[in-house]
């Protein structure tokens, strides 16, 4: 286990005051919480009153909040020719705008580390993607520590917990501690823990105060220790099933395996997996436009798509579904654990939930542990 | 609590902030650039060259490349597509591109005209490690459209001259009319000092009177020495398979042997996860090799 960074500020925070807060909140930043729309939980903007329709108690939203960094489409820059009377061209490109700030509220612990994952890929290296800088800087996040990980949950397969801190400025432990059923929506509290100064800031600020964020009662720190332990303490189901996921340098003598086309008989292709998957980052870049003007954006992509690799003299690097079934994988569990050393997953489960064909990360490291080498 | 974002990579690195775009800051926004001159290379008109300029002079003065880096060019409301850079950085400005029809990009760029706009940003990719060949002789063996990278590498060293042994350029192409850069191979080069051009094609016409064979069977028939000695190849496919083997016939070893990669890019910096071989990106790892390099990864490429 990670060590546990030293709280910067603790809180209590009222059921009943959570509706304020977020709206106090909302006045100086987009705020991004679990809603329940129609039956599901997204991951969306909140609307001005939408507080109450907050989703505090469904583990899983569909989509996971990797949007808030990197949008399902972002526009990079926008173009315009132009050719004047003598048939002299101009081009002028202007870099899109920097984004508003955005909290993150509700966020689970998997998904918060999530983003630190992101972290690697775009803040690392020669190159520092600086329209992701621009959202990674502004953004704010609230977790909520899982009182009862779902069936599919495997984060203790990564040493994350259901009580982990990485990736988030502030986490809410409901006070009651971890178990079964939902809170009263009337009763209890949270206990906040900030830390890092952005969330400290959060919990210090007037408005948090207004809206009912108080100090620890004098005497309930010990309590608090303890609830915060329970939480981090706690074991996922699948998460307990697996074990800790060791595959990274088995698989490097499996690349040839004929394993990779057993699994990939079972994928249709469809990308749900890339989609709904807090640390599937590959994009994309396109134009839009005509007549002269346009936006250049970029766009979640899939390695399960046969066109991902196309060249444009025809060649296809990865022309059966066999060599991109085991791209996201080995991607996942083994070039990336090469470049930044650990692995491109939280243990979220979405895969385990949303694959039509129950094809999944867990699943496949189980496979590749009993295989020959 | 932002310092920790851009703090040292995992490898222990320190990130740069990429400065290529300056008037725009941002990583992924080129610079306005002007196609200045569009040569045809071959009788078909299927590859030109296109000579371009930055219209910043700023950022003309801020790029610096070296042979083996690639650029990425950008036709507004088409696409962007990268490209290995064909002049030597010591000819200066402008830049040149050779550029093959075969897709959209590509294919807008054929359709441009001199004083069309474009975007250029980059240079990107590793480079061709010069340094390591100090007093070595130095084979380079190209075919078709992949001398375009390799002209500018043999225009590096030959201004560079003393600081390499003997130079044998090996090229070939389906007809005479397919041979790329002429000026350079047909007079250039062959005038340098203790420097040699050996041309071939597949088939040869009423205009040809030179050898007809195919790249790989040429070169074992000239049969260079692998002794102190470079081999830098690039071409199609199906020529650098063979070629390889004919190398090796020839006693070279993986160590001697460099060749430049190209797989689809969307970011051309290593994060849009597109072209990995592994767990290189050609983007940024590559995308120059040795073969011993390249046995090391996965063969999906």
Excluded at chain 1, 11 to 30: E, H, N, Y
Excluded at chain 1, 143 to 154: G, I, L, M, N, T
Excluded at chain 1, 291 to 315: E, T
Excluded at chain 2, 230 to 244: D, E, N, R, S
């Amino acid at each position: 286990m990670a060590s546990i960074p030293v709280p910067k500020a603790t809180k209590l925070v009222p059921r009943t005051g959570l509706g304020a807060w977020i709206r106090a909140l909302t006045a100086g930043s987009t705020v991004m919480a679990p809603v329940k729309d129609e039956g599901k939980s997204l991951f969306r903007e909140l609307e001005p009153g939408e507080e109450d329709l907050i989703d505090l108690h469904t583990v899983h939203t569909v989509n996971s909040p990797k949007g808030a960094i990197l949008p399902q489409t972002e526009a990079l820059l926008t173009y315009q020719s132009t050719t004047d009377g003598e048939g002299g061209k101009s081009l002028r490109l202007e870099p899109t705008a920097g984004p508003r700030p955005v909290i993150l509220f509700g966020v689970r612990p998997c998904d918060a580390a999530a983003v630190e994952l992101f972290n690697n890929v775009f803040l690392t290296g020669d190159f520092v993607d600086d329209h992701y800088k621009s959202r990674r800087d502004g953004l704010t996040v609230v977790a909520v520590a899982c009182r009862q990980p779902a069936k599919a949950c495997f984060c203790t397969a990564f040493d994350l917990s259901p009580g982990g801190e990485r990736g988030a400025d502030v986490v809410l432990y409901d006070r009651s501690g971890p178990g079964r059923g939902t809170p009263d929506a009337g009763s209890g509290a949270f206990y906040a823990v900030a830390y890092t100064d952005k969330g400290e800031a959060l919990l210090e600020s007037s408005e948090a105060a207004a809206a009912g964020v108080a100090p620890v009662p004098a005497g309930e720190g010990q309590d608090l220790g303890r609830v915060v332990a329970a939480y981090r303490g706690l074991e996922t189901p699948l998460g307990a099933k697996l074990g800790r996921v060791d595959v990274a340098s088995k698989l490097d003598n499996l690349f040839e395996s004929p394993y990779w086309e057993k699994v990939a008989a079972r994928c249709i292709s469809c990308g749900t997996c890339t989609f709904v998957c807090p640390t599937c980052y590959c994009f994309g870049v396109a134009d839009c436009g005509a007549g002269g003007g346009g936006v250049r954006f970029r766009y979640w992509d899939s390695c399960k798509f046969p066109q991902f690799m196309l060249m444009a003299a025809g060649h296809n690097p990865r022309p059966a579904k066999k060599a991109r079934t085991r791209q996201r994988f080995m991607h996942k569990l083994n070039y990336y654990h090469h470049r930044y050393g650990e692995y491109l997953c939280v243990g979220c489960g979405r895969c385990v939930e949303s694959c039509p064909v129950g094809l999944h990360l867990p699943q496949v490291v189980g496979e590749v542990r009993g295989l020959e080498q | 609590m932002n310092a920790n974002l851009v703090g040292p990579g995992p490898s222990g690195e320190t990130p740069v902030v990429f400065g290529g775009s300056a008037a725009a800051g941002r990583l992924l926004v080129p610079e306005v650039a002007t196609i200045i001159d569009i040569r045809d290379e071959t009788a078909s008109g299927d590859v030109k060259t296109f000579k371009v300029r930055m219209d910043r002079p700023e950022a003309e003065e801020a790029w610096s490349h070296l042979p083996g880096q690639c650029a990425m060019v950008s036709v507004f409301g088409v696409g962007e597509a990268m490209i290995s850079i064909t002049s030597s950085p010591t000819r200066g400005w402008p830049l040149e591109l050779s550029i093959k029809r075969v897709g959209r990009v590509t294919g807008a760029l054929h359709d441009s005209q001199a004083g069309d706009k474009i975007g250029l940003r980059g240079p990107y990719g590793n480079r061709f490690p010069t340094e390591e060949w100090k007093g070595k002789n130095l084979l380079f063996v190209a075919g078709g459209i992949g001398l375009a990278p390799v002209r500018c590498l043999i225009d590096y060293c030959l201004a560079h001259r003393d600081q390499f042994g003997h130079v044998d350029i090996v090229y070939g192409a389906r007809s005479p009319g397919d041979l790329c850069f002429k000026d350079c191979i047909f007079n250039r080069w062959s005038r340098q000092k203790d420097t040699t051009v050996s041309l071939t094609v597949d088939k040869g016409d009423e205009t040809w009177t030179g050898p007809t064979a195919l790249v790989p069977m040429f070169l074992e028939e000239l049969g260079p020495s692998p002794k102190n000695a470079v081999a830098i190849t690039c071409g199609p496919p199906i020529m650098i398979k063979f070629t390889l083997q004919s190398l090796a016939k020839l006693g070279f070893t993986d160590d001697q042997i460099v060749t430049t990669l190209e797989l689809k890019m969307q970011c051309g910096v290593g994060k849009c996860g597109r072209c990995n071989i592994g767990d290189k990106y050609v983007c940024v790892d590559g995308p120059v090799f040795t073969l011993s390099q390249i046995k090391e990864l996965p063969n999906e490429f």
